[in-house]
């Protein structure tokens, strides 16, 4: 069974800095894509950054600049690295990919159950 595990959520003061993982495990063959998504309280989920086939990235206006996604495919995880937070940034993240495993001759979708992250003013 395909898990994604994030990690590297917590409490920053605005200005600030974090590091958010998302490691994917479980008999998986091959990764399409992987983004990450935030939910604040009251809205809607959003696409923050991701990577898509070919080692594209793309990332939401919000965040150019501030973020960074990278990926080790050796070791299935993507990052983002995410600096100057601002209180706004306040959400819970998700990782959310799209894996091939072994057992399957498709690409299936993922979520996490998500990191939170708070940035206090």
């Known amino acids: 069974q395909v898990q994604l595990v994030e990690s590297g959520g917590g409490l920053v003061q605005a200005g600030g800095s974090l590091r958010l993982s998302c490691a994917a495990s479980g008999g998986i063959r091959s990764i399409n894509a992987m983004y990450w998504y935030r939910q604040a309280p009251g809205k809607q989920r959003e696409f923050v950054a991701g990577?898509?086939?070919?080692?594209?990235?793309n990332y939401a206006d919000s965040v150019k600049g501030r973020f960074t996604i990278t990926r080790d495919n050796a070791k299935n995880t993507v990052y983002l690295q995410m600096n100057s937070l601002k209180p706004e940034d306040t959400a819970v993240y998700y990782c959310?990919?799209?894996?091939?495993?072994?057992?399957?001759?498709?690409?299936?979708?993922?979520w996490g159950r998500g990191t939170q992250v708070t940035v206090s003013s």
């Open positions: 990577f898509t086939s070919g080692d594209s990235t």
């Open positions: 959310n990919a799209q894996i091939r495993q072994y057992t399957s001759a498709y690409y299936s979708e993922y």
